[in-house]
């Protein structure tokens, strides 16, 4: 018979709180498994809101100790991290009925009011990284008339299945991927009006096969335009990631763009400042576009700064070779603030969707 109790546990872990949701992990109901031996080794896991959640370690540590100071007569200590993605809809809400994409959890549009300000770079490492972290995310290239995607995966030939009417969106480092380059040749630019353009994409919510997905990240063409109104409209999106550089003209257009997410109620998940600084050899920052900027614009739009992205060849060489940043050198500074940013988009979403469920039950 073992000393310890799983009571002694939980009330153990009702020490340790979750910072984001102000509460401990216990009466959040993420303790899970509990399993005592005749030695007194604990195992148990803690349910995660999110595979790419930050405080993943510091769950870890904080569970450990708080055991090992309580329970003194404790074995061997292990903490399991599932995680169940969470969604904003899951409390179930009759816009259930009218949405295209019900087995989708999460929808992030990722825009600017610019263009070639990252977009797209930021867009695709950011569903690889949260694919890495073990979540199941797609990616739709919302730029028709300029589309980055199958480039920045290698795919530039790449053509998908059609099943059953239904389009095979191609999967590659483990994102599934939608874009008009699949289906057109690159040399032969789309000249589509507004409403064929809107149109097209509304075809690639509803007939690609997306299957069950905990992320679902849209890749916006720049500007404010009627491809971003009609999905902003259609779809329950989670929230926008604003994607913008240091200098002042980026920002004001940056605004704009920030303004079109709060006219149609779409939440806004925080800002990612990009091209911010270049490292120097000697580990020093070059503040090539200013410094700040992304900082004072978040201030003033009451945003948080989910991340700030270094300027290197390394990261254009990621995308322009197929092979992103994250994918190519993932300790490198560039990778590493992109997942942080990746895991911050992650974290907000998943704020968002206990603040939506705990407003509804
Ligand atoms: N942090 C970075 N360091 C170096 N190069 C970068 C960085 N971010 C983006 N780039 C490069 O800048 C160019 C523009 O990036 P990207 O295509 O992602 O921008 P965009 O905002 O999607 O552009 P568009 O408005 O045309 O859709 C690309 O060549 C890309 O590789
Ligand atoms: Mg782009």
């Given at each position: 018979?073992?000393a310890?109790?799983?009571?002694?546990?939980?009330e153990?872990?009702?020490n340790?709180?979750?910072?984001?949701?102000?509460?401990?992990?216990?009466?959040?109901?993420?303790?899970?498994?509990?399993?005592?031996?005749?030695?007194?080794?604990i195992?148990?896991s803690?349910?995660?809101t999110?595979?790419?959640?930050?405080m993943?370690?510091?769950?870890?540590?904080?569970?450990?100790?708080?055991?090992?100071?309580?329970?003194?007569e404790?074995?061997?200590?292990?903490?399991?991290?599932?995680?169940?993605?969470?969604?904003?809809?899951s409390?179930?809400?009759?816009?259930?009925?009218?949405?295209?994409l019900?087995d989708?959890?999460?929808?992030?549009?990722?825009?600017?009011g610019?263009?070639?300000?990252?977009?797209?770079?930021?867009?695709?490492?950011?569903?690889v990284?949260?694919a890495?972290?073990?979540?199941?995310?797609?990616?739709?290239?919302?730029?028709?008339?300029?589309?980055?995607?199958?480039?920045?995966?290698?795919l530039?030939?790449?053509r998908?299945?059609?099943?059953?009417?239904?389009?095979?969106?191609?999967?590659?480092?483990?994102v599934?991927?939608?874009?008009?380059?699949f289906?057109?040749e690159?040399?032969?630019?789309?000249?589509?009006?507004?409403?064929?353009?809107?149109?097209?994409?509304?075809?690639?919510?509803?007939?690609?096969?997306?299957?069950?997905?905990?992320?679902?990240?849209?890749?916006?063409p720049?500007?404010?335009?009627?491809?971003?109104?009609?999905?902003?409209?259609?779809?329950?999106?989670?929230?926008?990631?604003?994607?913008?550089?240091?200098?002042?003209?980026?920002?004001?257009?940056?605004?704009?763009?920030?303004?079109?997410?709060?006219?149609?109620?779409?939440?806004?998940?925080?800002?990612?400042?990009?091209?911010?600084?270049?490292?120097?050899?000697?580990?020093?920052?070059?503040?090539?576009?200013?410094?700040?900027?992304?900082?004072?614009?978040?201030?003033?739009?009451?945003?948080?700064?989910?991340?700030?992205?270094?300027?290197?060849?390394?990261?254009?060489?990621?995308?322009?070779?197929?092979?992103?940043v994250?994918?190519?050198?993932?300790?490198?500074?560039?990778?590493?603030?992109?997942?942080?940013?990746?895991?911050?988009?992650?974290?907000?979403?998943?704020?968002?969707?206990?603040?939506?469920?705990?407003?509804?039950?």
């Amino acid at each position: 018979m073992p000393a310890i109790s799983e009571k002694q546990i939980l009330e153990a872990l009702e020490n340790v709180m979750d910072p984001d949701l102000n509460k401990d992990l216990v009466s959040l109901n993420m303790i899970r498994d509990i399993r005592i031996d005749e030695n007194n080794n604990i195992s148990f896991s803690i349910e995660l809101t999110t595979p790419a959640c930050p405080m993943k370690e510091h769950f870890r540590t904080a569970c450990t100790s708080v055991i090992r100071e309580r329970l003194p007569e404790a074995g061997d200590i292990t903490v399991n991290l599932p995680a169940r993605v969470t969604s904003g809809r899951s409390c179930g809400h009759s816009e259930e009925k009218t949405n295209p994409l019900p087995d989708v959890k999460n929808i992030i549009a990722v825009g600017s009011g610019k263009g070639g300000v990252g977009k797209s770079t930021i867009a695709v490492n950011l569903a690889v990284s949260l694919a890495k972290n073990g979540a199941k995310v797609g990616l739709i290239d919302a730029d028709l008339y300029g589309p980055s995607i199958p480039t920045m995966f290698g795919l530039e030939n790449k053509r998908p299945e059609i099943v059953n009417k239904t389009i095979v969106p191609i999967e590659k480092y483990g994102v599934k991927l939608m874009s008009v380059g699949f289906l057109i040749e690159s040399d032969n630019p789309v000249i589509w009006r507004g409403p064929m353009a809107s149109s097209a994409i509304k075809q690639f919510v509803t007939d690609v096969d997306w299957g069950e997905l905990d992320y679902l990240v849209f890749d916006l063409p720049p500007g404010t335009g009627d491809i971003q109104l009609t999905l902003v409209q259609t779809l329950p999106f989670s929230g926008a990631v604003i994607v913008t550089t240091p200098q002042d003209v980026a920002l004001a257009d940056v605004a704009k763009a920030v303004t079109m997410f709060r006219k149609v109620d779409v939440a806004l998940l925080g800002l990612i400042e990009n091209m911010s600084f270049y490292l120097l050899p000697d580990g020093t920052k070059d503040y090539i576009f200013g410094k700040g900027g992304g900082e004072k614009l978040a201030k003033a739009q009451g945003m948080t700064l989910l991340g700030s992205i270094p300027i290197g060849s390394i990261v254009r060489e990621g995308g322009d070779s197929g092979k992103p940043v994250v994918i190519e050198s993932p300790g490198g500074e560039a990778a590493r603030a992109i997942e942080s940013s990746a895991c911050e988009v992650a974290r907000q979403i998943s704020i968002r969707n206990a603040a939506a469920c705990a407003h509804r039950n």
